[in-house]
T-cell receptor, first 114, second 113 residues
């Protein structure tokens, strides 16, 4: 088990609603990345936060946004939910220094959009 | 952008046999290659990784090899056990500020007792 925690574990929303997912990084890690994993697929990079700023973004529309807080925890916000947003959302944290590309994943939040 | 191809998509072996999963990547700038194991209902768990300055790395029954010239890397699991059954993902990391991981589509490994 990594020290990365995510909440909630499961969530059901309807199309058009907004959702906020939360992530607490592993102790000593200052970088948080978010991924979307559709059923039967590999995770896809959404964005990364470092020192409370977005530090890279994948091919996701602006309705996917995020925040990082001074304690390195993070939120993923998705507006105007679409059916295709149904997926497992994974948060990964990375340590400082030379091993910063090593990412440790949390258990994920499973989102279902009806 | 970077693309990672992973084969096979499913792999079934007998307990005690070896399993090999192969990945190729497209961006020669990639320099970090982790492997993750994902069990049902859980997040991916890092099992081994390799950096581009190393050709091979081993950790007990698990080994990874990297061929930078051919742009492919492989996961080798020896003496497989039923608890090795899971979905395995390879990934490649692009150089640059975000170190984002680009994942393959996964290999479902089944180890039959």
């Amino acid at each position: 088990e990594t020290g990365v925690t995510q909440s909630p574990t499961h969530l059901i929303k309807t199309r058009g609603q907004q959702v906020t997912l939360r992530c607490s990084s592993q102790s000593g890690h200052n970088t948080v990345s978010w991924y979307q994993q559709a059923l039967g697929q590999g995770p896809q990079f959404i964005f990364q936060y470092y020192r409370e700023e977005e530090n890279g973004r994948g091919n996701f529309p602006p309705r996917f946004s995020g925040l990082q807080f001074p304690n390195y925890s993070s939120e993923l916000n998705v507006n105007a939910l679409e059916l295709d947003d149904s997926a497992l959302y994974l948060c990964a944290s990375s340590p400082k220094g030379l091993l910063k590309e090593t990412q440790y994943f949390g258990p994920g939040t499973r989102l279902l959009v009806l | 952008g970077e693309n990672v191809e992973q084969h096979p998509s499913t792999l079934s072996v007998q307990e005690g046999d070896s399993a090999v999963i192969k990945c190729t990547y497209s961006d020669s700038a990639s320099n970090y290659f982790p492997w993750y194991k994902q069990e049902l209902g859980k997040g991916p768990q890092l099992i081994i990784d390799i950096r581009s300055n190393v050709g091979e790395k081993k950790d007990q029954r698990i080994a990874v090899t990297l061929n930078k010239t051919a742009k492919h890397f492989s996961l080798h699991i020896t003496e497989t056990q039923p608890e090795d059954s899971a979905v395995y993902f390879c990934a490649a990391s692009l150089q640059g500020g975000s170190e984002k991981l680009v994942f393959g589509k996964g290999t479902k490994l089944t180890v039959n007792p």
